[in-house]
């Protein structure tokens, strides 16, 4: 949420009504047409809108837009502010083309259905003048909806609505300030924002795929991610939906191939499980902050660097990884693998990290270890796992490891009562030693 708190939205929608330049249309499909509704609720609602819509029956919307083959969609959204704003120009231009600043918004949502088994999700957008008869600009982003009902999804998606037609025409030269205001009088628990693409030239000096990682620097999504094909951005659910995971967990520091080899073997390594029903999706993933409250420096080179590895990259903001199963259990039910080295494990078996959960390390191992996740654990030489443990300040005095070789899942051990832990999720398969050769 941005800092500026003089106005609710509201207060937004009546300063834009008040704004005899800015005009333009409203398409609101999925959810109500509730930004539209703050416009009329605020008063002088003809100051600012031409025409408001919502295409909700299918052979309708396809009479108006054509076909689509997903219509909850960024295509599907674009093709709508396309079609919309060039009915704005034709129709108006000449009237009011010399003094008005036209916007063409919309969005094409799936709200919680009757039933509640829908995921809830969508995509809004809007294309708009910063002059008169000036080039367009256009913002298009993806949310996710968390409240419960439909009703509350349809509320908070009017507020997002009129915080991004606000932030289009006020916070172009302060983009920090632009994303923290898109949850203004909203909160991340209700509604969040994991892709954003800008383009025109209001943003000739933006580079989207930083502006996707402030998505999660900023608290606006716990997690965006990146295809190397396109090198852009891509919200999760289009790359995850009903998918077998792989995911590598990890600070990627160095430009090291075992990075990749680790995620590879892992990928076979399910494969060879058993039958699954898709393929396979497999990622790297790096965290803003690590367990000890740390902020990690995640980069667009370094997020650039693991891409040309040809594997996606997700950036998120779960220090634990119990709650990156959860995240990930949004999107799929299908098998879930993390791969890490033998490291990565121990740091993950520290009791202190869960002192804040009522049942401490068992709570967070049984999130983890959901239905069908497994940790597949790469060996490494002693030495390096010893100067890994020391640059991470983790203390390796409670653990029984090998003076040399190659430390696995089978040569150590925690001590104390952990032990008894550990042997039982070696004993249950949810730890799989993968070897290198």
Request: proline letters at 3%.
């Amino acid at each position: 949420m941005s800092t500026d708190k003089l106005l609710d939205t509201h207060q937004k929608a009546l300063s834009i009504n008040l704004d005899d330049s800015i005009y333009g249309s409203l398409v609101e499909i999925g959810a109500g047409q509730d930004a539209a509704a703050h416009f009329f609720r605020s008063g002088g609602a003809s100051g600012t809108i031409a025409k408001t819509m919502s295409a909700y029956d299918m052979k309708v919307s396809d009479e108006i837009y054509g076909k689509a083959s997903r219509y909850v969609s960024r295509e599907r959204l674009t093709t709508i502010v396309d079609r919309e704003y060039s009915l704005l120009e034709e129709r108006l231009k000449e009237l009011r083309g010399e003094k008005s600043r036209f916007f063409s918004f919309a969005n094409t949502v799936s709200a919680r259905n009757y039933q509640g088994t829908n995921i809830c999700h969508g995509w809004m957008g809007i294309r708009f003048q910063t002059a008169p008869k000036s080039t367009t600009n256009q913002v298009i982003i993806h949310v996710n909806m968390r409240d419960e009902t439909n009703l509350l999804q349809q509320q908070a998606l009017g507020i997002l609505g009129i915080n991004l037609i606000y932030a289009s025409y006020h916070y172009l030269d302060n983009l920090e300030h632009f994303l923290d205001s898109l949850l203004d009088s909203l909160r991340i628990e209700r509604m969040e924002v994991d892709f954003i693409h800008l383009e025109g030239p209001a943003f000739e000096e933006v580079d989207n795929i930083s502006m996707n990682l402030n998505l999660v620097k900023q608290g606006l999504c716990h997690a965006v991610m990146f295809t190397p094909n396109k090198r852009e951005a891509a919200p999760p659910l289009d790359l995850l939906y009903k998918c077998p995971i792989v995911v590598e967990r990890g600070l990627f520091r160095f430009d090291h191939p075992v990075y990749l080899k680790i995620l590879e073997k892992s990928l076979d390594f399910l494969r060879s499980e058993g039958q699954l029903n898709k393929e396979p999706v497999s990622f790297f993933e790096m965290t803003i902050k690590n367990v000890d409250e740390h902020q990690n420096h995640v980069s667009k080179d370094c997020t650039l660097k693991l891409m040309k590895l040809g594997y996606p990259v997700m950036v998120s903001s779960f220090a634990e990884t119990y709650k990156l199963t959860g995240y990930l259990g949004r999107y799929t039910s299908e098998s879930l693998r993390f791969s890490q080295g033998i490291g990565n494990l121990i740091q993950v078996m520290q009791e202190r990290f869960y002192e804040n959960l009522d049942s401490g390390i068992l709570s967070a191992m049984s999130q983890l270890f959901a239905k069908d996740v497994k940790l597949y654990v790469f060996g490494m030489e002693v030495e390096a796992l010893k100067e890994q443990m020391e640059t991470d300040r983790f203390d390796l005095s409670y653990w029984d490891i090998p003076k040399e070789g190659i430390a696995n899942l089978h040569n150590i051990s925690p001590r104390g009562h952990m032990r008894h832990l550990y042997a039982y999720l070696l004993e249950k398969g949810a730890l799989l030693d993968i070897p290198f050769s």
